[in-house]
């Protein structure tokens, strides 16, 4: 089985990974994957879409296995219909794998060729205002409540950040996402293209007059 060729967009609930990702898979070559966006997609009636409920509106992550089940079926059936075509398009994952076990599982599928780190946590306060503000503009019981948003960035600093040391060093960029959205663009096309690293390799004045 081949891997897909995969850039991996990390961040907090609030570091505005959706809409990067969203913007970057408009791009000829990408194609992005939010798992959270697959979860709301399901029937809210169905199987799927009681447990994601059950979970989501909690602020918990829905059950590993379920999890990357669901991924499966979806990848597959985007290629069966050809809407992602994994010769020629690199995957953009966003919100998965959000454990170290799910990195593991995943591991058999995936090629990590970047891990896009989108760094907020230095202001929770923002990450909580963009939260409350998204919950209001779509309509999403899990940010309803600050309780529920308070206990996502508890998972998040307990189960998802240690997934930022589960792949090598070397392939990590972090981003300032508390930044303008066309500026986190800006950093984060750097990154795919390989610049940012080029950037931080030469001296400081150098760097300036480019
Ligand atoms: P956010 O990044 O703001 O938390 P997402 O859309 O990525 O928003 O996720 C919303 C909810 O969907 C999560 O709180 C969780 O319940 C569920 N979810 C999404 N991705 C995963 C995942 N990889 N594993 C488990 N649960 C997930």
Redesign the pocket.
Known sequence: MTKYPTILLF?????G??TQGKMLGTLPGYKHI???????SMDPNSEIGRV?LQ??SR??????DF?IRL?REHIDKLVTIGAFKPETTILLL??????VA?ARMLEPHIDVIKLIVLRADHNREEMIRR?KS?ALKEN?L??ANEQTIRR?LE??EAESKPVIEYYPKHLRVEVDAIQKPIEVAHDIISAILGRTNELHAIEPVAAAAI
């Open positions: 961040g907090a609930p609030g570091s990974k959706g939010s798992c959270g966006d697959v979860f709301r994601f979970y989501s602020g918990e992550l829905v059950p590993d999890t991924w966003d919100g998965i794998p959000r454990n799910q939260l998204r999403r899990d940010d996502r998972i998040y």
